[in-house]
């Protein structure tokens, strides 16, 4: 009879526990079917590019439209990419970018890092006003900013692409802000203690702590200035100064019906921020998270 109590009474909880195990199998299986039908939603335009950029020119525009090519034509990217002096383009855009990357970095720890752990008074509302910048549209300051550089002398040149990058980002600022917060004040503490200074501070303790947070702000820094078009649009009138934006539009003037090539084209100047995302994915994935939920 002891046996049979302790059966009846373990039965019903052991039941439960199935059940509950049961229905998180069911919701993670759903949310997986999700995930994959989102997913497949998002790249099909992208395989469907790819799949074009393979195909013949009477394949692209045969009616009814197919996805597999019946002939794959991997010549279509050399030919392609040699129309016009890609090479050269691609250069350019590397400087921009680079250049660009750096400006953020540089511009954009330094007033986080202040933001984050120096006291002042106005620090509050300072932070407030920089994070009010990021509602003004771009399109709002356009005109100013070309009378500026036009004044300066810098049209055609590579200047008001890269400066601006070097006076901070709101938004690049506000993420590092909020990832330096989260590193335990105790440590910056210890050091201030130890006699180490702001920079030494920032140099030696915040930035090692703060790879994930750089790493994010690095990868942004470089998608958001890679396909940039209407800057260099503005602003650069020589042809040998152009960027791949440039050159992909450029390239469509001439090449407006060849839409296999156009395809290769815009798949290779999408290779680079495809491997810089997959090389970067974990550590902007982490910075992404810490930098949403560090904060105080």
């Known amino acids: 009879m002891t046996t049979h ?79 016009m002096p890609f090479n050269v383009f691609l250069l350019n855009s ?3 970018t680079a250049l660009s990357m750096i400006g953020n970095l540089v511009s954009c720890i330094l007033p986080a890092y202040a933001f984050a752990r120096l006291r002042a008074r106005l620090r509050g509302p300072m932070f407030l006003a920089l994070l009010a910048t990021m509602m003004i549209p771009a399109q709002v300051t356009l005109v100013p900013k070309y009378l500026l550089f036009a004044k300066l002398g810098w049209v055609d040149s590579y200047l008001p692409l890269v400066l601006p990058n070097f006076f901070g980002s709101a938004l690049l600022i506000f993420l590092l802000r909020q990832f330096f917060t989260s590193i335990p004040e105790e440590l910056v503490d210890s050091a201030r203690v130890d006699g180490a200074g702001e920079l030494r501070i920032l140099w030696s303790i915040m930035l090692p702590l703060s790879r994930p947070a750089i790493a994010t702000v690095t990868l942004l820094s470089f998608i958001g200035t890679w396909p940039e078009y209407l800057d260099p649009l503005i602003y650069l009138r020589s042809t040998e100064k152009f960027t791949i934006p440039l050159g992909i539009a450029m390239f469509r003037g001439q090449y407006d019906t060849q839409y296999h090539l156009m395809m290769a084209v815009s798949v290779l100047a999408l290779i680079p921020i495809v491997i810089t995302f997959l090389a970067a994915q974990k550590y902007f994935i982490r910075g992404i998270t810490l930098t949403g939920l560090g904060g105080r």
């Open 5 to 83: 109590s302790v059966e009846a009474r373990w039965t019903p909880a052991t039941t439960r526990h199935r059940a509950r195990v049961r229905t998180e199998r069911i919701q993670w299986a759903g949310a997986y079917v999700i995930l994959v039908l989102t997913s497949a939603a998002f790249l099909l335009p992208l395989l469907w590019m790819i799949s074009t950029s393979l195909k013949s020119e009477s394949a692209v525009i045969r009616t009814p439209p197919e996805f597999f090519p019946d002939a794959v034509h991997p010549e279509n990217y050399p030919q392609a990419w040699s129309a």
């Open 94 to 96: 590397i400087i921009v």
